[in-house]
């Protein structure tokens, strides 16, 4: 596997990993600029991380200089069971001296204008074409999707979608999503996985070592090598030998 994958010995060390990525990102980005935007993932596979995070002493990351964006939000209230913003705010959050007006939230329960605002927001923020996010962190499904990224019909040719309405297929609990696009993620300077368990293990391998035009189309993939991302996985997903 190349040294852009960095594989650990099962999910509490992921945790650990990502908790350190994220404070060394935090710790560049604002000696460099003076803060630090971070998109984080959905899921249940970041909460770890998040929780380690927010269990950090205080000073470790100055979270006044802190702003936290969504690579993605399921269509429901912020309140919602699955919401990754609930996810995100009762393992995080909550948790951390973060001014509430440096969380932003995808206003998802707004159902598809929520999409063309946060691009609003975004645009504003980050002026076009110009880096954007210090730090992606993102998820895979099983089925090779990131963030809320289904298909190839998840991927707009228009360089200026950041953000955009999707549709996850029959079977996800809740279907109605916003995404970031692939050019926004593509924009940030560090883009990084964190995949766990054995049964992403075939996606995984079949994501890092695209074998066929289906596996290079799978938009982990495309995202993968578009954010020349870097992924910390553990032992149960990675097809190293144990
Ligand atoms: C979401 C996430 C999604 C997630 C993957 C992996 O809203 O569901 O953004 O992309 O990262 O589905 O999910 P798990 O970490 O729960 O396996």
Redesign the pocket.
């Known amino acids: 596997m190349s040294d852009r994958i960095d594989i650990r010995a099962g999910a509490p060390e992921v945790a650990d990993a990502a908790r350190d990525r994220v404070v060394h990102a935090a710790e560049r980005a604002i000696a460099a600029r003076g803060v630090f935007h971070w998109a984080l ?7 770890a991380a998040y929780a380690r995070l927010a269990a950090l002493p205080p000073r470790v990351i100055d979270w006044t200089r802190v702003r936290v964006w969504f ?4 269509c429901v209230p912020p309140d919602h069971a699955e919401s ?1 913003f609930r996810m995100a705010a009762d393992t995080l959050l909550s948790r951390v001296p973060l001014p509430s007006s440096n969380i932003h939230r995808i206003q998802a329960e707004l159902g598809p204008a929520a999409a063309p605002s946060y691009e609003s927001l975004l645009a504003a923020t980050f002026p076009h074409a110009a880096p954007s996010f210090d730090l992606v962190l ?5 089925d090779g ?5 289904f298909s190839t019909a998840d991927f707009p040719p228009d360089p200026a979608r950041l953000a955009i309405s999707v549709v ?1 297929p029959p079977g ?1 609990s ?1 279907r109605p ?1 916003i ?1 970031l696009t692939h050019h926004a993620l593509a924009r940030a300077r560090a883009a990084v996985f ?4 054995h ?2 293990r075939d996606t995984l391998a079949r994501v890092l070592q695209p074998s066929s035009d289906q596996d290079r189309s799978l938009p982990a993939s495309i995202i993968a090598s578009t954010c020349h991302a870097r992924w910390i996985v553990d032992r149960d997903a990675s097809d190293h030998e144990r």
């Open positions: 993932a959905g899921g249940s596979t970041p909460k690579g993605d939000e399921r990754n993102l998820g895979l499904g099983v999707h990131t963030a809320s990224l996850a996800y809740i999503r995404s964190l995949v766990t368990g049964e992403k």
